[in-house]
């Protein structure tokens, strides 16, 4: 089973800034089965980026996805009051499918 | 647009069956693109996979190592929805548990959640 893992744990950030947010797997992965997500407190997770480089419908440019092999990257580049949540990513090695732990994202 | 509404009870006895439904609108179970998942999510194991079901001109099964001989994963074409059974229940298995549906390997539509506690 691929593991993937997440840096930092916690990102303490202001508004305005850019957040970087990394995952790495244990293995290499299928760029086109790298995804990122993100959650808010009592909400399911929402899909922002698929395929590696992808945005999900209805998702800003302000975010953006990069990477390749086993280590992805999640970009912010300028920080809304409304991005401050946990962002995981997920990866599909058939059958099966890993998120990491997920990277806090919040207010400094 | 696609929405997955869960139900099932919210409360399961250690060693007995938990048992929940996702109902879908604005997608067929029987999709030849849609892939039907359940993902559990708690503080000690994050987000987990259990597994998923698929038609493609016959139905397959995918379910995670960790519950493979408890798990049960089946659509109901007639109602429009699928449902997990996941046996012999452990307080470990206290979890939120959502549906999703899966195309090309990304969970793109998610059901609201539902908190599943195992206690006697």
């Known amino acids: 089973e691929v593991v993937l893992t997440q840096s930092p744990g916690t990102l303490s950030l202001s508004p305005g800034e850019r957040a970087t947010l990394s995952c790495r797997a244990s293995?290499?992965?299928?760029?086109?089965?790298l995804a990122w997500y993100q959650q808010k407190p009592g909400q399911a997770p929402r899909l922002l980026i698929y395929?590696?480089?992808s945005r999900a419908t209805g998702i800003p440019d302000r975010f953006s996805g990069s990477g390749s092999g086993a280590d992805f990257t999640l970009t912010i580049s300028r920080l809304e009051p409304e991005d401050f949540a946990v962002y995981y990513c997920?990866?599909?090695?058939?059958?099966?499918?890993?998120f990491g732990p997920g990277t806090k994202v919040d207010i400094k | 647009h696609v929405q997955l509404q869960q139900s099932g009870p919210g409360l399961v006895k250690p060693s007995q069956t938990l048992s929940l439904t996702c109902a879908l609108s604005?997608?067929?179970?029987?999709?030849?693109?849609?892939?039907w998942n359940w993902i559990r999510q708690s503080p000690s194991r994050g987000l987990e996979w259990l597994g998923r079901?698929?038609?493609?001109?016959?139905?397959?099964?995918d379910y995670a190592l960790s519950v493979k001989s408890r798990i049960t994963i089946n659509a109901d074409t007639s109602k429009n929805q699928f449902s997990l059974q996941l046996n012999s229940v452990t307080p470990e298995d206290t979890a939120v548990y959502y549906c999703?549906?899966?195309?090309?390997?990304?969970?793109?539509?998610w059901g609201q959640g539902a908190l599943v506690t195992v206690s006697s």
């Open positions: 999703a549906r899966d195309t090309w390997a990304r969970f793109d539509y």
């Open positions: 604005g997608d067929s179970v029987s999709s030849n693109s849609g892939a």
């Open positions: 079901t698929y038609l493609r001109s016959t139905w397959y099964h």
């Open positions: 293995e290499s992965v299928r760029s086109s089965y």
């Open positions: 395929a590696t480089s």
């Open positions: 997920q990866q599909h090695d058939y059958p099966s499918f890993t």
